[in-house]
């Protein structure tokens, strides 16, 4: 086959049977559906099931316990049950895809040879703008959705970038048979931002497309576990993910802009006695400097990205920033 298409659900049965519907009036055929439930409450499984009882080419997993986005994921790829399909297309729960959504991700992907295909993934609440169109990397380490909060009129043509959002995707399967999945140093959130950087580091291609188009909610699984904790996680998987996959030579290169961005954050948050932010970021620079931090990058070790590469793979930080955090006074009282 073609494709096979996973969808995970946790404790949201509605959202997850509109994302299935949406999947059964696609215009190629030529997939199977596959449901992981990360051991969600037995009201929400009932009702899973039921919606699940009337898609023949549909597969369920029901695991007993939460194994996180990157566990689940794993656990269906280990088991072997995905090697005969072409491509692995990811699409989130809370995401409508549109009638032709699959056909332009498996069609354009063959017809340029990618090895991954970003979808044009647009706000379900603001219609008229992007809430990803594949992922781009600043050159102080952040992973970040391309074109976030732009106008979706804007984008008219395919693009190249790093890697997907693992929210609506394809992977081509030959790729993750040579290089691996998911990273599992992740449990929810930036394994997809890993990922695209170390396939792009490996030499392999994406593009995001403008006419594979789903409708997302944005964040509904993570929106369940955000807090001081999981902002903690984030920070720390952007300084894992970059020394992880950058070469050292380009690291040493952007030091400066590194140590500029987060010197001017820090006495941002101090000066505004926002103490849970400079907490996050004080926790994230002693993990960066622990012996735990050492032990996991000698652990995963993998092909970092010429130096080269990696100044194709990123954006420099300071316009972008002066722009974002414009925005972050703005938005507050």
């Not at 659900?9 to 509109?18: C, G, H, I, Y």
């Not at 781009?136 to 190249?160: C, H, W, Y």
């Not at 392999?204 to 409708?215: G, I, N, Q």
């Amino acid at each position: 086959m073609k494709a096979a298409v996973i969808v995970l659900n946790w404790n949201d049965a509605k959202r997850t049977s509109k994302c299935l519907e949406s999947l059964r009036i696609q215009s190629v055929q030529d997939f199977k559906i596959f449901l992981l439930d990360n051991g969600s409450e037995h009201q929400d499984r009932e009702q899973l099931e039921h919606a699940a009882s009337s898609f023949q080419n549909l597969e369920a997993h029901y695991y007993e316990d939460n194994l996180g986005f990157t566990g689940a994921h794993l656990k269906l790829w280990e088991s072997g049950t995905l090697d005969d399909f072409e491509n692995i297309v990811l699409l989130n729960n809370d995401a409508i895809a549109e009638e032709n959504w699959l056909e332009e991700l498996i069609t354009t992907s063959e017809a340029k040879g990618l090895d991954m295909a970003a979808s044009m993934m647009i706000q379900m609440k603001e219609p008229s703008r992007v809430d990803s169109f594949g992922l781009f990397m600043l050159n102080t380490g952040e992973i970040l959705p391309k074109g976030f909060g732009q106008e979706v009129a804007r984008f008219s043509s395919d693009e190249v970038c790093i890697g997907p959002s693992g929210g609506a995707c394809l992977y081509s399967t030959n790729m993750l048979k040579s290089i691996g999945w998911f990273d599992p140093h992740f449990n929810t959130g930036y394994e997809d931002a890993e990922f695209a950087l170390r396939a792009f580091s490996a030499g392999y291609s994406c593009e995001a497309l403008v006419k594979a188009r789903v409708s997302h909610e944005g964040s509904v699984s993570i929106a369940k576990v955000r807090d001081r904790g999981y902002l903690t996680y984030v920070q720390k998987s952007i300084w894992y993910s970059y020394f992880k996959n950058m070469p050292p030579v380009f690291i040493l290169w952007n030091f400066p802009s590194i140590l500029f961005k987060y010197i001017f954050i820090l006495a941002m948050y101090t000066l505004t006695f926002n103490a849970s932010f400079l907490q996050i970021h004080l926790s994230s620079f002693a993990y960066l400097f622990s012996s735990k931090f050492r032990r996991e990058l000698r652990v995963q070790k993998s092909k970092k990205a010429s130096f080269a590469k990696a100044l194709e793979a990123t954006q420099f930080f300071l316009l972008f920033d002066i722009q974002r955090f414009a925005q972050l006074f703005k938005k507050s009282p």
